[in-house]
């Protein structure tokens, strides 16, 4: 038998290897099969606490020299229900979420990017300010938690006043200011309103929400 088998090989080889790939994806399918699963949407009560935002909205911010800056939210996107590409895959889920604000209509517009990604054993979160920078590996209900290495220190207050009006869960995030002096280098976010305030060149102009 095996020697028939050897012999046939040798006679059509192609065919034996079109009946071995033809076998090997037989496989793979049925694997494909039993190890896909479905995966939720994104859902994540402490992004939309700290980020509540929703297209075609704006935020206005006020100097403490009367400049005003605009902030136009264009796109808020969470991704769908899905289901996992099993396979030899891990058939872990992942979910994603993402502000975009880069509206150019006004004479001072602000650029806002926030980006969330979570999967079962990873977390990922960065928001952008202009020239503002900061990356975090987890979102919770004291707000961004950086990353070890971060040039970015952060620092959280159960109540703040700003202009006569008390916010409550502040976060502080302040970049390296003697790296770059960028632009826009420390922000406030509070827990239900988002970004609070501002300041650029190194406290000479801060900005705060209307």
Known sequence: ???????????????????????????????????????????????????????????YFKSNSGQTDTLNINSLYKSDPSTTGGGFESGSCSTSADIESKDSTTS???????????????KHLSIRLNSFYAQASDLGDSGLVTTPFSSVNASYLSSLQINGRTYYKVQILQTDTTESSPDIYKIWLSSGNGIIAYEKRNGLQQFVKQ
């Open 108 to 122: 001072r517009p602000l650029a806002l990017s926030v980006q969330y990604s979570v999967s079962s054993d990873f």
């Open 1 to 59: 038998m095996k020697k028939k088998l050897h012999a046939a090989i040798q006679r059509h080889p192609f065919i034996f290897l079109l009946v071995l790939i033809l076998f090997l994806a037989g496989i793979e399918g049925s694997f494909s099969f039993c190890s896909k699963k479905p995966c939720p949407g994104f859902s994540d009560p402490f992004f939309d606490q700290w980020f509540p935002y929703q297209p075609g909205t704006s935020c």
